[in-house]
Every structure is written in structure tokens, then in C-alpha cells.
């Protein structure tokens, strides 16, 4: 691990409890070996793919892949407590390929004067008792670094999100939404509030790790308020805690929509993931080349 580095990012980020990302990595180091060797195979995905651990396992009370205990509080669920920890895990090891994808691609490396007094989320602040500047010039300055800029994270996910909104041969119209709110009595699916302005949610998020799909099984009414809360990195399971009402009200109906979550099959979730990972790749390779093109003509003269 790149600990310094990984520091240093983190705090740059304003990422509060930088200090728990290192520990965590450094835990899992300990079992899994170097994590930047791990990242030059394959990002990492060798390692991401023994902490997946869905809904569908822990309801089936099956036990982690991977080899890191989890703690299971004095008369708690030791099946949910699996979940949350290994998700808690599996955040903290996307949390380092998001830093070495960060710190290759922004060219940091051999450009900044490291420096740990330096302020969290200002990254071109000087120490207010250090006179040296954190770069040699203006010339060495981190690229592109623009305020309201369109970084290729975003270009990533819609990619993503595209891909996962288009599986199957599924089609509905506004009609099927309706047919979805009637289902739960125009209530929002989680907290069951009436007369709350009422939006489209999914109940398993469109992204790599959920593999959540725009399908009508998966579009379920929510509140402003609930779906502002849940996110898109929560499950409804997840989301839904001790709401076991909820949850099997949400169940049911994707059942009578024959919606399957894709998390449920382990060989496919795993092959889905890795070639969603690699799409994530190469959306960023390609934009690098075509920035890198672009600004070879452009600066040619």
C-alpha cells in the first residue's frame, strides 16, 4: 500500500476518518498480500470479488468467501452483521482502486512535494508556517483541475448505468409505473407515508456493486425524503433494517414482476462485475487518448 499517498488523498478528498481507510487496508494487506500488486493484475478484482456478499446470501444465511472475521455484536443477527461488515470492507478496498485510478490519472505522482501539513481539500494551499510552495511552479501544477468541471467519473457510471438500464428485452410505458404505485397504494414503499411527492426509486441501485437493473420489478415508489436518504449505494434490504414488512412487501412484488436481481446468481454476478469493471476501464482509456489527441492538435502550433 501506498500509505503516505493513500493519506494524502484521502484528506484531499476531506474524507474525515482517512486514518480507518488506512487501518482497514493495512488489515486486509495482512491476509491478502500488497495491495498495489493485487491493483497491477487486475484493479483489484480478484480481491472485490471474495467480498461480495448480497442480501440473497445473508437471507440464506450463508457464510463469507472471504477470510476477514467479522464482528457480530452480543445477541445481534451474526448474518446481517456478515453483511454490513463485509459491504464496510468491500467500500474500503474500492475506496484504494478509486486512489490509485485518481492518483495515476491526475498525474500526481512525481509532480507534488509531499507534504502531510498541507489542508485537507486544498490541494494548492501552502502550510501557514511553510514558505515553500507545495509545487516547484505553475508548470507542475496537478492538470486540470477545474471548478464545475465534467470529470470522467461521471462519463464511467452513465456508462454503467446505461449497460444495466438495457439488459433484457423488457418494455413499459408510463402505464407500468402506474400499475407500480397502485400496487403500494401510492405509499412510499419504504416508510408507507401518504401525500409525500412520490419518485422513482431502485430498489437495487444501477451500479457495479448492486447490478441493479430499469426494470418495473425494481422501480418502486419512494418518498423525496426516503429516496434522498437511501442513495445509490444502498440495497432496499440494506435500507430497510428491521423493516421486515417493507421488505417483504418489496420482495412480493418483484416477484409478480418476475424481477430477479442479477446478485442472485454468484457465477453470473461475478462475470457481470467483471466485465462491468472492465467497461469502467475502458471508458477511461478512451478519454484519456481522445484529451490527449485533442490537445496534441490544439497545442501543435
Known amino acids: 500500500m501506498r500509505k503516505e499517498q493513500f493519506e494524502y488523498w484521502l484528506k484531499s478528498k476531506g474524507i474525515k476518518t482517512y486514518a480507518n481507510y488506512v487501518s ?22 480478484t480481491i472485490l470479488a471474495e467480498f461480495e456478499y448480497t442480501a440473497n446470501d445473508m ?60 489542508k485537507p481539500g486544498n490541494l494548492f494551499s501552502q502550510p501557514e508556517k511553510d514558505p515553500q510552495p507545495v509545487f516547484d511552479d505553475l508548470t507542475r501544477r496537478k492538470r486540470n483541475v477545474r471548478y464545475k468541471s465534467y470529470p470522467v467519473g461521471n462519463a464511467q457510471n452513465s456508462v454503467i448505468r ?26 412510499c414503499a419504504y416508510c408507507g407515508a401518504i401525500g409525500k411527492k412520490i419518485v422513482i426509486d431502485h430498489a437495487m441501485p444501477i451500479n457495479r456493486d448492486k447490478l441493479g437493473e430499469h426494470r418495473l420489478g425494481n422501480l418502486i415508489p419512494a418518498c423525496a425524503d426516503c429516496n434522498a436518504k437511501k442513495g445509490g449505494k444502498q440495497d432496499y434490504i440494506e435500507f430497510c433494517g428491521e423493516n421486515e414488512e417493507a421488505i417483504t412487501r ?11 436481481p442479477l ?28 484529451i490527449g489527441l485533442i490537445n496534441a492538435i490544439f497545442f501543435s502550433d
Open 250 to 260: 418489496i420482495r412480493e412484488y418483484m416477484k409478480s414482476r418476475n424481477y430477479i
Open 263 to 290: 446478485t442472485v446468481d454468484h457465477d453470473k454476478n461475478k462475470n457481470i462485475q467483471l466485465m462491468l469493471n472492465k467497461a469502467h476501464e475502458e471508458i477511461r482509456i478512451i478519454t484519456e487518448r481522445y
Open 59 to 118: 437471507l440464506n444465511k450463508r457464510e463469507p468467501k472471504h477470510k476477514i472475521p467479522i464482528t457480530v455484536k452480543s445477541g445481534g443477527d451474526k448474518y446481517k452483521s456478515y453483511h454490513k461488515g463485509t459491504a464496510d470492507l468491500s467500500s474500503r478496498i474500492n475506496k484504494y482502486v478509486e486512489f490509485r485510478k485518481n492518483w495515476q490519472n491526475e498525474h500526481i505522482e512525481g509532480n507534488v512535494h509531499f507534504n502531510s501539513s498541507i
Open 162 to 187: 446505461t449497460i444495466l438500464s438495457n439488459i433484457g428485452d423488457e418494455s413499459f410505458s408510463v402505464e407500468g409505473w402506474e400499475e407500480a404505485k397502485r400496487y403500494f397504494e401510492r405509499k
Open 24 to 45: 482497514q487496508i493495512k488489515r486486509l494487506e495482512r491476509a491478502y498480500g500488497d495491495f498495489d500488486e493485487h491493483y497491477e493484475k487486475d484493479g483489484c478484482a
